[in-house]
């Protein structure tokens, strides 16, 4: 596996509101890539790193709370190290909007469960086949894990899936992508350490990080080509981020795991459609 991009985050262990630390713009920025924090009027794909940001302020405490809330962690805004060690995971490039969202709106009564995007988009309901497209000239080869997951996702919904030539056309887009490639979620900076991202219908791209290390199946120190085709498409068909750490939109895989569907994503996606 190649060296983390969040090796920092080893080095703000300890601290909580109120210090002065070193790299503390970093989680900062960390924080605000994946929702939980929000210093600007938008999240602009330019990120500035020399911003001379290091205090550990009240409303990075209150985006550690939630991020710890979300993640099944104790919600003191302290840099614990089981908090480290979570943020230290490779993870979608998603952020984890609705997961706050839901949380937000359930307040005391907070379920685990799966979660939409706001404002449920989905396909519509006159569509029964979705087609996918690989970009040309990747220098991976994502067609038959992509086609294995897709075999999964089409147990439970409506749609068929066919495979197209024609990557301008294709309702879903499957590509690798490194650094800036013209989205919000580029993969430098906070970024880096995301093993993919996705769109919610009906723009339904799928961008892989072509840095990550790309096996099939469960090797050690790679990340499996299938499981994360199972958690983007999940994206690409409606579902946010689940708060049910076995699913597979739950937005954490760690190196050398492979997952499947669980009855949460099911039940997430046969309620969307319903």
Not at 101 to 109: D, I, L, P
Not at 147 to 158: D, M, Q, V
Not at 164 to 175: E, F, L, P, S
Not at 239 to 250: C, N, Q, R, Y
Request: charged share 20%.
């Amino acid at each position: 596996m190649k060296n983390s991009p969040l090796i920092y985050l080893k080095n703000l262990q300890g601290y909580r509101k109120g210090d002065q630390v070193n790299d503390i713009k970093y989680l900062k920025k960390y924080l605000e890539r994946f929702g939980y924090l929000s210093y600007h009027d938008k999240f602009s794909s330019s990120i500035n790193y020399d911003d001379d940001d290091d205090l550990f302020d009240e409303k990075l405490e209150s985006a550690i709370k939630t991020f710890q809330t979300n993640f099944n962690l104790s919600p003191t805004g302290f840099l614990d190290s089981e908090t480290i060690t979570m943020m230290s995971r490779p993870r979608c490039g998603v952020p984890d909007h609705g997961m706050i969202r839901s949380r937000m709106n359930n307040n005391s009564q907070f379920h685990s469960r799966y979660v939409f995007f706001a404002g449920n988009p989905k396909w519509p309901s006159n569509k029964t086949i979705l087609t996918y497209a690989f970009k040309p000239g990747d220098p991976i080869d994502a067609s038959e894990p992509i086609s294995r997951a897709l075999i999964e996702w089409s147990k439970y919904t409506r749609f068929k899936y066919e495979k197209i030539n024609d990557y301008a056309t294709a309702d879903i887009k499957i590509g690798f992508y490194s650094g800036y490639h013209g989205d919000n979620g580029p993969f430098v900076g906070p970024g880096a350490g995301a093993y993919a991202h996705a769109f919610a219908p009906t723009y339904g791209q799928i961008h892989y990080n072509v840095n990550q290390t790309w096996v099939n199946g469960a090797v050690k120190g790679g990340v499996d080509l299938m499981t994360v085709g199972l958690h983007e498409l999940g994206h690409v068909l409606g579902l946010d981020h689940s708060k049910v750490e076995t699913a597979i939109m739950w937005p954490y895989i760690g190196a050398g795991e492979t997952k499947g569907l669980t009855a949460d994503d099911i039940q997430g996606i046969q309620a969307l459609y319903a």
